[in-house]
């Protein structure tokens, strides 16, 4: 419910947008990957419940660094990317560690404490605010929303809140029927 609220937002009812310029396929494919692998990276928390946060963060994030200079070692030598000149990474270095200490660590440490007290599941639902964020501010700063628009980000605040309700209605102990007796 949640995801096809977000669709209606990001379409603006016109689903069939999605499938009409071939050549947005494979940005699609890879927002759509992502948005995956983000999701299987949150439920994966939930694997090591007696992990805190920050060990999760940590290790993960290790991994991460590790693999992105692996691929990158791999790409340089097979002559697929072409490897940068020392005044090119000197240049980056700043937008680097900016995105591999605040975004990466700090922001995801931040995410892994959130899910840790509000669930994966809970927390997964959440991504889906993103599109709708940006869709509010849009509309604050003088993009008028169409009604489509305005029905999906209904249709998350919904799935949001009843997966609450559900959650909360799950996690609730159930009392026992007690038998009456009559004497």
């Not at 697929?80 to 270095?93: C, G, N, Q």
């Not at 605040?102 to 404490?113: D, P, V």
Request: hydrophobic letters at 50%.
């Amino acid at each position: 419910m949640s995801f096809f609220g977000v669709m209606t937002v990001i379409t603006k009812g016109h689903y069939s947008n999605l499938f009409d310029f071939p050549s947005s396929y494979s940005a699609n494919g890879l927002i759509i990957l992502g948005a995956l692998c983000w999701v299987i990276y949150t439920v994966g928390a939930s694997f090591f419940p007696t992990w805190s946060p920050l060990k999760y963060t940590a290790l993960t994030t290790y991994l991460g660094v590790i693999s992105i200079v692996v691929l990158n070692g791999i790409l340089y030598a097979c002559g697929i990317v072409p490897v940068p000149a020392i005044s090119e990474f000197v240049f980056v270095i700043p937008h680097v560690f900016y995105t591999a200490f605040i975004a990466g660590f700090i922001g995801i440490l931040c995410w892994n404490i959130g899910n840790k007290i509000l669930t994966p599941l809970n927390g997964v639902l959440f991504m889906d605010i993103v599109p709708i964020t940006a869709f509010s501010i849009s509309a604050m700063t003088g993009i008028k929303p169409s009604a489509p628009e305005i029905a999906g980000a209904c249709i998350t605040g919904s799935a949001l809140i009843l997966n609450n309700l559900y959650l909360r209605y799950r996690s609730t102990p159930k009392k026992a029927a007690i038998p009456i007796r009559d004497n």
